[in-house]
C-alpha cells in the first residue's frame, strides 16, 4: 500500500530533550515535506527536501533539523525541544517538487507535547 | 502576506443540503494548483480536489465540485448532499508552479472552515 508513515503518533517529552520523528515514504517521491499544525493558522512548512541530500527551510524552521540521506526517509529533529514547538506535525511527500500539479501526500501526523 | 484566505471559521449543515465553503487566494504566478484537504477528528489529512490554474473546467469528485472563479482569485468548495461523515475541518491550500518564487513545492494552507453537520 502506497503510504507516508510517521513515528511515534504520540510523544510527550520534556524542554531540553532532544527528539526525532521520524518519516518514510514508499512511493520513490523526490519531494518531502514537514508541516506543522497550530490552531487558527492551517498548516505551516517547516522544511522540505527536493531530494536526496537536498534539504531547505521553510516558513517556520527555527528549532528545527532535517536530513535526507535516503530518498524514502526524512527525519525531523529537536535539538532542543521547548513548549512552543508543541503542536500537530505532518509529513508530506510529493512525486516531485516541480511544478504545482503534484498532489501531496500526507502522513498520519504525530501530536507532540512539550512540558 | 496571507496566500490563501478562508474566512468562515465555522459553519453548521443540515444532514442532505448543500455547503459551500469559501477561499480565495493570492499569487502572481500563472501557474499554480488549488487543493482541498479534509481533516476528521482523527487528525489525517485527506485529499479531495485539485484544480490547476489553466483547468477550463470546474474540478468535480463525486459529491465535491470545487467552483474556481480566477478572475475573482476563488476556489470555493461545494459538499453537495451532507452526510454525518462530512463533520470535519476543512482546508484550502495552494501550490505555486514558478521556481523563481520563494514558495516553490509549499503547499500553503488556509486557516480552515470546521463544519458541522447535523441531522
Known amino acids: 500500500e502506497a503510504q507516508v508513515t510517521q513515528n511515534p503518533r504520540y510523544l510527550i517529552t520534556v524542554t531540553g530533550k532532544k527528539l526525532t520523528v521520524t518519516c518514510s515514504q514508499n512511493m520513490n517521491h523526490e519531494y518531502m515535506s514537514w508541516y506543522r499544525q497550530d490552531p487558527g493558522l492551517g498548516l505551516r512548512q517547516i522544511y522540505y527536501?527536493?531530494?536526496?541530500?537536498?534539504?531547505d527551510k521553510g516558513d517556520v524552521p527555527e528549532g528545527y533539523k532535517v536530513s535526507r540521506k535516503e530518498k524514502r526517509n526524512f527525519p525531523l529533529i529537536l535539538e532542543s525541544p521547548s513548549p512552543n514547538q508543541t503542536s500537530l506535525y505532518f509529513c508530506a511527500s510529493s512525486l516531485e517538487g516541480q511544478g504545482p500539479y503534484n498532489e501531496q501526500f500526507f502522513g498520519p501526523g504525530t501530536r507532540l507535547t512539550v512540558l | 502576506a496571507q496566500k490563501i484566505t478562508q474566512t468562515q471559521p465555522g459553519m453548521f449543515v443540515q444532514e442532505k443540503e448543500a455547503v459551500t465553503l469559501d477561499c480565495t487566494y493570492d499569487t502572481s504566478d500563472p501557474s499554480y494548483g488549488l487543493f482541498w484537504y479534509k481533516q476528521p477528528s482523527s487528525g489525517e489529512m485527506i485529499f479531495l480536489i485539485y484544480?490547476?490554474?489553466?483547468?477550463?473546467q470546474n474540478a468535480t469528485e463525486g459529491r465535491y465540485s470545487l467552483n474556481f472563479q480566477k478572475a475573482r482569485k476563488s476556489a470555493n468548495l461545494v459538499i453537495s448532499a451532507s452526510q454525518l461523515g462530512d463533520s470535519a475541518m476543512y482546508f484550502c491550500?495552494?501550490?505555486?508552479?514558478?521556481?523563481?518564487?520563494?514558495?516553490?513545492?509549499?503547499?500553503?494552507f488556509g486557516a480552515g472552515t470546521q463544519v458541522v453537520v447535523t441531522p
Open positions: 527536501s527536493m531530494n536526496v541530500e537536498v534539504t
Open positions: 491550500a495552494m501550490r505555486e508552479g514558478q521556481r523563481a518564487t520563494d514558495s516553490w513545492g509549499k503547499l500553503q
Open positions: 484544480q490547476g490554474s489553466y483547468d477550463q
